[in-house]
């Protein structure tokens, strides 16, 4: 059984879960980022409206400036002085790293 370690961003408005490749199932609250790692067939079946999936880094990348934008107003990070999708990542990361103090 292929695996591969796969970042992925809950995007939905609740929480929904993934199947991990040894067994069990990880729930991401909304907008929650985990590194999971999963069967390729998981891979391919993750529904591109609950989750957003990358191979590196925290998925935000991989994510359109709507859907970054929509993800920081959701959990509450201010970007009103955001010029671009970088300023938005940037953004966010400091969120990430301020909820883990």
Known sequence: MATVN????NIAKGPRGVNAARGGTVL??????????VTEAEAK???????????????YEDMKRDE??????????????AKNKGDVIAALQL???????
């Open 68 to 81: 970054l934008d929509a993800l920081a107003k959701e959990r509450g990070v201010d970007i009103s002085e």
């Open 6 to 9: 796969l970042t992925i961003t």
């Open 45 to 59: 079946d993750l529904s591109k409206e609950w989750f957003t999936v990358g191979k590196t880094g925290n998925g």
């Open 28 to 37: 991401l609250d909304p907008g929650q980022t985990a590194e999971v790692e």
């Open 95 to 101: 969120a990430d790293e301020a909820k883990k103090d």
